[in-house]
């Protein structure tokens, strides 16, 4: 759980400092004010990545260097700094060279609009998802992932090169060890996922719809004999066409693809129990709950699913919503609720 939250240079805010309630925290204000951007420092500080920018430099407020972001969690004090001179991480004031003790302190899980595209979207919205989890949940993931990248990387640039097999059969080696693993990890996360997700699309919609999850793995046994059987077909195309980087999975609304013929509303709530599902398989696998961050997702919900997701919400999460307007909820007693407003927001909840 985050207490408290200091903020240097990060989007639009120069400073500010937030004190969090251990339940609910909602950011309410306009367009355009900074909740998401308060989100997203919560995120970065707790996971040291973004979930909407694809580099951090882009949360760097406009004309400064750097962005400090400091909090307590759990009785311990974490500080990030990022900038054109590289990232710092602490705990507890003391440099942290590797990022395991620093991410082990906290999990959270994430909900946007832009979550409706693991129904939608590509196969990379998926693997995004399996990818935040399992980094959150195996210790080993995050090395597994960099690793696999920077051997389907460098065999790629040779492939496209025309090199010749022996070349690239260097990176062959790493890419099966580190491959393997990843798909080993993503295998159990999808089995572990199933139920999980059935269970939460129920809690939302409230209606008995059957919700599967079927793994579509980028490569069919072994992965080093896959890529052997392929040989030919990578000579053609220039790229490694078999491995984790094509792992998918399908999701199915009553023995249909979800994709193709569920309704938005059910797109949106396959997507939400998608979350939920993440967020009960961390408490589940690590004793905790994450940290809940919401970005004005209840807008686009009818009463009765928005009234159902907050109930689905375990009630030990500390949560952290932004909304444009209350109109549609009473926070509980215990919430904070920090009204951003355009001038001189100072960080008091009201
Ligand atoms: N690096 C940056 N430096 C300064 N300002 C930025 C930076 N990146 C984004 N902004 C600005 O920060 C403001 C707040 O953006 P944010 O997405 O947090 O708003 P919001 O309150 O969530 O709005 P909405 O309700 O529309 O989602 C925007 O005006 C945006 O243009
Ligand atoms: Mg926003």
Redesign the pocket.
């Known amino acids: 759980m985050l207490t408290s939250l200091r903020v240097c240079d990060f989007?639009?805010f120069p400073a500010l400092s937030l004190r969090f309630s251990p339940e609910a925290n909602y950011?309410l204000?306009?367009?355009?004010?900074?909740?998401?951007?308060?989100l997203?420092a919560v995120c970065t500080l707790l996971r040291l990545q973004s979930p909407r920018a694809a580099s951090l430099q882009?949360?760097?407020?406009?004309s400064r260097q750097e962005f400090s972001l400091e909090g307590i969690c759990q009785k311990s004090k974490l500080r990030f700094r990022y900038g054109t001179a590289g990232r710092k991480l602490f705990l507890d004031d003391v440099p942290q060279p590797k990022t395991g003790d620093y991410l082990s302190q906290a999990r959270i899980t994430w909900f946007s609009n832009t979550d409706l595209e693991l129904v939608r979207g590509g196969s990379s919205f998926r693997r995004r998802y399996l990818d935040f989890l399992g980094s959150q949940i195996f210790p080993s993931y995050l090395r597994a992932l960099r690793s696999y990248d920077r051997a389907l990387r460098a065999r790629n640039f040779l492939l496209k090169e025309g090199r010749g097999h022996r070349e690239i059969s260097a990176y062959t080696v790493p890419l099966v060890e580190h491959g393997t693993m990843l798909r080993t990890c993503r295998a159990s996360l999808l089995e572990m996922l199933a139920p999980l997700l059935a269970e939460s699309a129920m809690q939302i919609s409230g209606a008995d719809e059957c919700v599967s999850l079927l793994s579509l793995p980028g490569y069919e046994g072994d992965f080093f004999e896959a890529l052997e059987l392929s040989k030919k077909e990578e000579t053609r195309l220039r790229h490694t066409t078999k491995g984790p980087h094509r792992d998918d999975f399908l999701l199915s609304l009553n023995h249909l693809p979800a994709s193709e013929f569920a309704s938005e509303g059910q797109q949106r709530t396959l997507a939400l129990a998608l979350k939920m599902a993440q967020s009960n398989l961390i408490e589940k696998q690590t004793g905790a709950p994450p940290v809940l961050l919401l970005?004005?997702i209840f807008g686009e919900l009818d009463s009765g699913r928005r009234q159902r997701l907050l109930e689905a919400i375990p009630e030990k999460s500390q949560t952290f919503i932004?909304t444009?307007s209350l109109a549609w909820h009473t926070p509980p007693s215990s919430a904070s609720v920090f009204c951003?407003d355009r001038h001189d927001f100072a960080g008091e909840p009201q």
């Not at 204000?29 to 308060?38: Q, R, V, W």
């Not at 882009?58 to 406009?62: G, L, S, T, Y």
């Open positions: 989007r639009c950011f204000g306009p367009n355009a004010i900074g909740k998401t951007s308060l997203e882009q949360c760097v407020r406009f970005d004005d932004t444009t951003l």
